[in-house]
């Protein structure tokens, strides 16, 4: 029966998260709420991507829904902070004359010369290229056409990636642009010479899930009770690893994260993370006057353009004991392949609906690889934390063998829209069972969420 | 009277170059059409932007017009290749909210602030930042407040900035990102220097005009006749500077190169562009065995995000005499800081409509100047030789005061629908005398072209 897709819809998926914060002081209103919805693994959830650069976002998604003449569906997204997204629906639409028509099983036989046609359309290319809406589009589109491909296949799609011949997951890259530093013989080797002992880790992370970290505990503007209050329940839990957001203050800076390192004690991990705030220098002086916590890393000191930027702060922290990450607005492989020769990071934090898709995210988890450097990715928003998770169960069976120093992020947050939603144990990513990517959502969600005309919407727009 | 903003429109406008292109062979059909549509200045019209990249561009502009409480109009607009335009309109449109409503004065008071409010919205800068389609969103909003800016002032846009306290426009400038290489005192430092002997320069641009090169003599697969008349052609109307492009086929290249270096002799300046064809290490083999036609410049040698791979490039053809030129596609002022922090170019071209208009290419013009790099601005297109004239005029008045191995792109096509067109004499660019920022097009020109319900579109879908 073929796959051969026969329709594709894209909608604009909202969820309300800005507008719940009523009232004077917005980050109690958003403790309150949090602590209403969800107690399931006693973490507050976090609302705010960012609270310095991405005030009061209302996550959202660009969903993709794959029809085929088989039945069989696709279900794929970007993810947005709400305004805007109809600029990402708006381009998934303009993608869509090169994708409807075409068989799972063509796309698949040359993935490849795919993933360039949508990316290097001859018009369309000019508005990237492979960067910014028209790359979120791609993403969408792409991460539909995987979890079609992992459904056909009947298999979550770590397992389809970690069951396949390394020269068909080579042939999914596009190396164009990044043979200066990974040809495809190189990765080919790679994925060959991680052949060896790879049942055993498959084994291992379908028994203990692979580790990961919590945002979720010490938000800007918190109180001392309300920060010692989440500490102890996240422990508890089994949490081991915290990342604290720094940036707007830094005398408040070293109050939270003197307390958080005083409540998980020097053997757990503290991580903190900027989110763009500062210039190069001020970047420097800012994080080693927080030295003194032991941070593992600053994450997203600066623009996330500036490669020579994250260059010299990684050179002036590495004495200090402090490493650099980044990735999550990283828009491309090219990008990801200078930050890695640039010695520009320490940590690469992949997004699976920022760059290509997994087309994409496969060349850097290999790149990285190369250069040694660990993967720790971005999660959180809606359905980052379902999707990425296959890419660090391959990335650890298939590609990197290693743990050390590596963890995915958690946040506890509208994981009940999703059908196969992720399951946490012990502050471990339990491996998904289902079959696909896990991005697809309940479709009564869906509909209530729908932008502007979906019920919750209505509702709010009637206040 | 206020020129308080009240209303913002953006209209899709596509021109059908690439229907032009009917028959077999392309090239010989767009031949025919330029010479049939364009014999002012004797040269071929540039149709295709690369032809390697971009094939069968439908030229194409996301068109704004601000209407204000005075009746006085601000026109701007983004350039695009045709399919996704619609997607740049939405962006625009996203945008309209921070716009309508203010007043020039508001907005010129505090331009940073104003730059900033539409490049850091908390919800839409998700989806670049600052890159790809809600940069040139930006581009096409800015460029129209600037044009309203200038026509308040009774100027042409240039003229505003040369008569523009150094402090004044030093407060257009959102430095964020870039004072590792340029801070605001730094900048204010260089535009006072300039100061010294701008009235000769303006009183020279003025008898003069800014000098010109193209890039329409020698498109790939002309045959040898066809080469040598344009060049014979160009000559004759006082061309000494010439664009060739290459990449699709190395002996092709080398033909067409020596047949061009032979007929315009040692003297005259002869570019080389690539428009992203290569990686690194392809870039340099083959830019070496055209070495002996002596190239001042290759450009785009490979993609527009790879400023390492521009380093390296540059590196290895510096012993060869041959400089690396970009710019065209670089996203915003933390790429173009860090092209210039690694010697990733030696020719900086900065684009009208690519940025975060006037205000972001000042930046870039004045990080230049730290860094000595000549500026050479890319053209072409549509309207993109109107507006970029402005910012070099500026640029040699107020900046960099020099004309070494300095020049800006011309090619002559679609000036028809501007109600100031560029003139060009002999293969001068010169200086502007209407109000405004020349992005005006007749109204007839953009109801006719309206994408997908203006005549020309009618007629062809009719085809």
Redesign the interface.
Known sequence: MSHRIINMTVRDVRFPTSLEQHGSDAMVSLYRFTRRINKRTRLRPLLF?STL??????YSVAYVVLDTESGLKGFGFTF?????T???V??VQ?LAGLVVGKSLEEIVSNFREFYRLLT?????????????????ATAAVLNAVWDLWARAEDKPLWKLLVDMDPKKIVSCIDF?????VLTEEEALDILVKAQEGKQQRENQMLNEGYPAYTTSCAWLGYTDQQLKQLCTDALKSGWTKFKVKVGADLQDDMRRCRLIRQMIGPNSTLMIDAN?RW???EAISWVSALAEVKPLWIEEP????????HA?ISKALAPLGIGVATGE?C??R??F??FL??SALQFVQIDSCRVGSVNENLAVLLMAHKFRVPVCPHAGGVGLCELVQHLILFDYICVSADLNNRMCEYVDHLHEHFRSPVVIKNAHYMAPKDAGYSCEMFESSVETHQYPEGGVWKLHMKK
């Open positions: 991507l650069q991405h005030t009061d976002p209302d947005t902070l709400g305004k805007g109809e600029i990402v708006s381009a303009a290097s359309d001859g018009q369309m290319r000019w508005l990237g290229p492979e960067k910014g809406v028209i790359q979120l164009r642009y990044i043979t200066d763009q210039d190069v220098d600066t623009s996330p353009d500036d490669i020579l930027g010299a607005q828009h491309n090219v990008m392949k200078q020769q640039a």
